[in-house]
């Protein structure tokens, strides 16, 4: 009981205390900020790519794609794990905006906008369509015409406009010009007409929050981008298959599962006459395919767990530094329990509820700080956007609406139990200094 | 005299410190035997090693040689636990420079040893009797007033009461007194002198560690330490 008094006593007492509380409440409210905003950011990108990519990708990085697919398609569609699938083309092109002497160099993906999703979370990224993906290529002012969807950072580096109007589409026309290939990868056309060139009308644009995707993507119906890129042949073929698993399905064991289906179709088509078109293909999973992107904002988010790593041994020296203090200035205080019979343990504990204390009253006030200010954290990052035109994260890179500010309460239990065990280390050497001492050197009363 | 009477016996007691190369002997070989309710003053100039052997005594430190029995029992045999509860329990000590603690009020630094001695529970078991036994003794020592005063708030004299007051505590059979009124002007001095004259007339036994011979008078027995060895003995069968 003595050691909790005590031990609260030098608590309130020792203002030396207080820089540790503080020390250990700044660390504590860098690390939660920190790493709330990170991992929202980090799992926010994440659950874009899953969006943009759906929960398996069977295809291949080859421009000429791969062959029978429609046969697999169909395969999987029998498969009761399966919840949607959608193949898709995908290409280079040039696009031309009509009245402009500019081509620029972009991606093209074939889609069936129905298909695609309720595979990925196409649908949702629409502006005009969001509700009804099937009209998504459709130009309402003329039912003729082909449409296309633009990645939204795309169209406003076209139009250098960020008010659309929420009724009316604006009239404006592409010509996508593409180099149709085999299926071997040659040139499929000679001579003039080696490029295949069709205009489309912009018919709405698409907002995947990535911003590669959304800069440099432009979407086209299925048929008319098999076509362009000579994937529409007697044998057709597509660039990719995003699949959608049903939800009680596992990704991964959904991405094991297609795996095995697709080395038994591979074997089925065996001796067919474009089987070599099947060897670049391979299965994976959102992750695995979004891999390129998501793995720069995970190593981020490693080397800021590693930078605070080091925050966190800098608390443990600040507490170690205070405590060698604190004890030394209380050697008498050791020495006079010792003479009472108060034992070595009995010594560590009460340091050791003292560091406890630091570490706990230090990552409340911490904790408490930090999540007033993720509270605030948008409120502060538009007051500073206003008056000064500061922005904390550059939304052309991390694509973000609100800075996340989700506190997860697993990641706040481990930052505060890593505060406190930081503190107890911190505490430890100089406890067992404490409890080493002998009690007549420490009451300066060893007279000869 | 059984031999039983005797609380404390030291058999050829040595004790020596090393500084830097040199080696420092400061107790000799001292035969000192302790009665029940004897009030025994050490008296000797100041380097004799008249506090090292009270430390020894009360197990604050360990002798280089020769042994120390506490009612029949060497202390050297004892396990740290032991020797723990045995400071606990069994002596109590008062210090020149009281040795109190700043953040626990008087009442607390009284009644402290009874709660080290406890865990949680038996605290809180006996938390009342002790505070009960704590305010008895603040009366005794005319502290009533003073239990909720801060160590520093308290003159020297009181804070010496409060220390004797903490010795007290667990009725300890034996009570060690380092120069009890070495840091206290006379006045102050002998009314502490007082105290423990009143405390061994109820029985305690007490040990006192002085350099001055007429506080050494107010005890029942001398002893002369000089140069590490009991030099005079004014009892003669001790």
């Known amino acids: 009981m003595y050691k909790i008094i005590l031990a609260t006593r030098y608590l309130l007492k020792r203002r030396i205390t207080y820089f540790a509380v503080l020390a250990v409440a700044l660390c504590v409210f860098i690390v939660v900020v920190v790493m709330t905003v990170m991992a929202g950011l980090v799992n926010e990108f994440k659950e874009k790519n899953h969006r943009f990519a759906g929960d398996c990708v069977v295809g291949t990085e080859s421009l000429v794609g791969f062959a029978y697919y429609e046969d697999f398609v169909k395969l999987l569609e029998q498969q009761d794990f399966v919840e949607a699938v959608s193949p898709a083309i995908k290409s280079f092109a040039l696009k031309r905006r009509r009245g402009s002497e500019q081509d620029d160099i972009v991606e093209i993906m074939g889609i069936d906008p129905v298909r695609h999703s309720r595979a990925t979370g196409f649908g949702d990224t629409l502006y005009y369509h969001k509700d009804d993906a099937s009209k998504t290529f459709e130009i309402a ?44 990868g040659a ?35 299925f048929e008319q981008a098999q076509r362009l890129c000579g994937m529409g042949e007697s044998t057709k073929r597509a660039s990719r298959l995003h699949i959608r698993f049903k939800p009680d399905v596992k990704i991964q064991a959904g991405c094991e599962k297609v795996q095995s289906l697709w080395q038994k179709f591979r074997q089925d088509k065996a001796g067919e006459t474009q089987e070599y078109s099947l060897d670049t293909v391979t299965v994976q999973s959102w992750k ?77 006030f911490g904790l408490l700080a930090g999540w007033i200010f993720l509270l605030k954290i948008n409120r502060i990052e538009d007051w500073l956007f206003k008056h000064f035109g500061f922005q904390l994260w550059d939304r052309t890179i991390y694509a973000i609406g609100d800075i996340p500010n989700q506190v997860e309460f697993k990641t706040l239990a481990i930052i505060v139990v890593s505060a406190i065990f930081a503190c107890l280390v911190g505490a430890l050497i100089p406890s067992l200094q404490a409890a080493r001492q002998k009690p007549v050197e420490t009451l300066q009363v060893g007279q000869l | 005299m059984s031999k039983d009477d005797f609380i404390l016996k030291a058999e050829e ?69 032991e020797l723990n509860r045995f400071r606990n329990r069994m002596v109590g000590f008062v210090f020149q420079f009281y040795h109190l603690l700043d953040e626990l009020s008087v009442l607390e630094n009284i009644f402290l040893p009874a709660m080290t001695g406890r865990s949680i529970i038996g605290w809180l078991v006996c938390r009342r009797q002790a505070k009960n036994r704590a305010k008895e003794l603040l009366v005794q020592l005319g502290l009533a007033e003073r239990a909720k005063h801060k160590p520093y708030q308290l003159s020297g004299g009181e804070r010496q009461r409060v220390a004797i007051g903490r010795a007290l505590m667990n009725e300890p059979r034996l009570l060690l007194a380092d120069e009890p009124t070495g840091n206290l002007d006379s006045a102050t001095g002998n009314g502490i002198l007082e105290v423990l004259e009143k405390l061994n007339r109820a029985g305690q036994t007490i040990v006192m560690v002085t350099h001055d011979e007429r506080i050494a008078q107010r005890a029942g027995r001398i002893v002369t330490l000089v140069d590490g060895k009991i030099e005079h003995k004014n009892t003669s069968n001790l």
Do not use: W
Not at chain 1, 161 to 184: K, M, Q
Not at chain 2, 27 to 39: A, H, P, R, S, T
């Open chain 2, 13 to 81: 007691l040595h004790k020596s410190y090393r500084m830097g190369a040199t080696e420092v002997r400061v107790l000799k070989g001292v035969n000192l035997n302790i009665k029940k309710g004897e009030f025994v003053a050490i008296i000797g100039a100041s380097g004799s090693g008249k506090s090292t052997l009270l430390h020894i005594l009360g197990a604050l430190d360990k002798p280089t040689k020769g042994m120390v029995k506490f009612e029949q029992r060497d202390l050297s045999r004892f396990r740290a636990g």
């Open chain 1, 141 to 184: 002012y003329d039912a003729n015409l082909a449409g296309c969807v633009l990645g939204d950072f795309m169209f406003l580096q076209d139009t250098n406009s960020r008010n659309l109007s929420e009724t009316s589409l604006p009239r404006i026309a592409y010509s996508i010009s593409c180099f149709p290939l085999t299926a071997r």
């Open chain 1, 187 to 221: 040139l499929a056309q000679a001579g003039t007409d080696m490029v295949n060139t069709k205009t489309f009308y912009y018919s709405d644009q698409s907002s995947a929050g990535l911003p590669r995707v959304d800069g440099s993507i432009v979407y086209l119906p």
């Open chain 1, 288 to 364: 695995q395919y979004r891999r390129s992107s998501i793995a720069p904002m995970e190593n981020e988010q490693t080397e800021m767990s590693v930078m605070f790593g080091f925050v966190g041994i800098t608390t443990v020296f600040i507490v170690l530094v205070v405590f060698y203090m604190i004890i030394s200035h209380k050697s008498k205080d050791i020495g006079i329990l010792k003479s009472i019979g108060v034992s070595n343990i009995d010594i560590i504990e009460l340091f050791s509820g003292y560091a406890f204390m630091v570490g706990i009253i230090g990552s409340g």
